[in-house]
């Protein structure tokens, strides 16, 4: 059973950045491939990034791309999303999710561990 938790959300104006960190307790942290997602009020879940199992591979949505970072450090078992000229339209509550592979997908029910998620609110 891995456990994820997220933290680094807040209230942030447009034009801003925020770093979301999630920290995984699982020892074989590097044997999972991560990603975020977000989940907007009224909106279904969506892909923000991936990042494989070593940190050498990342995908991104297009609606992020450009702006957000996604990176890992095995050492620290811990994920990271650099978030920057943050839009009203990032305002969501963003989850950290692990899957047992190698490689991450866009797809949330390939993902076996979520986190409990951390609200990211841009003011306009």
């Known amino acids: 059973q891995v456990q994820l938790v997220e933290s680094g959300g807040g209230l942030v104006q447009a034009g801003g950045s925020l770093r979301l960190s999630c920290a995984a307790s699982?020892?074989?942290?590097?044997?999972?491939?991560m990603g975020w997602f977000r989940q907007a009020p009224g909106k279904e879940r969506e892909f923000v990034a991936s990042?494989?199992?070593?940190?050498?591979?990342?995908y991104y949505a297009d609606s992020v791309k450009g702006r957000f970072t996604i990176s890992r450090d095995n050492a620290k078992n811990t994920v990271y999303l650099q978030m920057n000229s943050l839009k009203p339209e990032d305002t969501a509550i963003y989850y950290c999710?692990?899957?047992?592979?190698?490689?991450?997908?866009?797809?949330?029910?390939?993902?076996?561990?979520w986190g409990q998620g951390t609200q990211v609110t841009v003011s306009s």
């Open positions: 990042i494989n199992f070593i940190g050498d591979s990342t």
């Open positions: 699982e020892r074989t942290f590097s044997s999972y491939a």
């Open positions: 999710a692990a899957r047992l592979s190698g490689y991450g997908s866009t797809w949330d029910r390939a993902y076996k561990y």
